[in-house]
């Protein structure tokens, strides 16, 4: 039995949710899994963790933010408190694994998973300047270089789109809604908020090229995703994406906030279809490797360890 929280969308409630959750399921539970990022969600995992302390509950911190390293020299003690204390550490990718041990906690590197029956592949055959945005509005993700990357691109391709998905987190929405009106780009860009999963997928019918705009990752779900599908992704080198995409083998990785360098590999891509397809079928393949078939058996044999470790 698996119980979860919180979908509570007010943040006081949530983590009064998550805490009560904890308390409710504590004699119930094998294990508590605390997805752990590093914004102010790392106080909610923290909490988290020293409630499951208290009630000697063993728990498991996933490793989801990208700046997690930054947090960590930031709040040393408490990384020490909610890390040091844990069962085990999972990572979804190589790169805070690595991080995390730098700093002295154990890390087991599990990636994450995707149902890849779900993801209908279509090979990149013909490429169109159709590009997509998949991930919040949100400042750390950067995109507003989306915006300007479509500028750029629309000075070759003057019939470039660009649809942009996910939830605003902290009004970088109308910031791009600005910037799109200000570069007289509003009527080639579709700016949605967050859709569901099978909308968004069934939307990616209509384009060829994913752009990851981030400054900063861990293994993002979208990228792989879109590899899934067979788009062919432009992403920024940061964090835990060379984890996922090999240079020029299933897609292409750039310095983050440099448009021009999107701009060039795009172009190329329209250019190139055949190294385009290369690229997408390379994805694809890759995606195999996410599937729950094979991600499944490495979280079953960690958290039997883990409670077989609390019970001894």
């Known amino acids: 039995m698996v119980y979860t929280a919180s979908s509570v969308y007010n943040q006081a409630g949530r983590l009064l949710d998550m805490l009560a959750a904890i308390w409710k399921y504590r004699s119930r539970v094998s294990v508590v899994l605390i997805d752990t990022y590093s ?10 963790g020293m409630a499951c302390q208290m009630l000697g509950v063993p728990y498991i911190p996933i490793l989801r933010g990208g700046d997690l390293p930054a947090r960590i020299r930031r709040n040393r003690g408490m990384a020490r408190r909610l890390f040091g204390g844990a069962a085990v550490n999972v990572s979804p990718s190589t790169y ?13 590197a599990i990636s994450n998973f995707i149902p890849i029956a779900k993801y209908p592949y ?5 490429v169109e300047p159709r590009l997509l945005y998949v991930r919040a ?3 750390l993700y950067n995109p507003v270089l989306a915006i300007r990357v479509l500028k750029e691109v629309s000075a070759k391709y003057p019939e470039s789109t660009l649809c942009m998905v996910g939830p ?4 970088s929405m109308a910031v791009v809604r600005s910037e799109s009106e200000a570069l007289a780009l509003s009527d080639r860009v579709l700016i949605n908020g967050r859709l569901a999963k099978d909308e968004w997928i069934k939307l990616s019918e209509a384009y060829d090229i994913f ?3 981030t400054n900063y990752d861990n293994m993002p779900v979208s990228v792989m995703e879109a590899m899934a599908l067979g788009m062919v992704v432009v992403s920024t080198n940061v964090g835990g994406v060379p984890a996922l995409i090999d240079h020029e083998v299933n897609g292409i990785l750039v310095d983050p906030n440099d448009a021009a360098a999107f701009v ?5 891509l329209i250019e190139e279809p055949a190294m385009a397809a290369r690229m997408s079928a390379a994805a694809r393949k890759k995606a195999l490797s996410f599937d729950w078939s094979v991600v499944g058996p490495q979280w079953r044999d960690l958290i039997n360890s883990a409670v077989r470790k609390n019970a001894s």
């Open 39 to 48: 914004s102010k969600a790392f106080y909610y995992a923290m909490l988290c």
């Open 96 to 108: 805070l694994k690595t991080e995390f041990e730098k700093e002295g906690f154990a890390v087991r």
């Open 122 to 126: 279509r090979n990149r055959t013909v």
């Open 137 to 139: 509005y949100q400042m």
């Open 168 to 171: 605003d987190k902290d009004g």
């Open 211 to 213: 752009i990851n705009t």
């Open 264 to 268: 060039s590999w795009i172009c190329r």
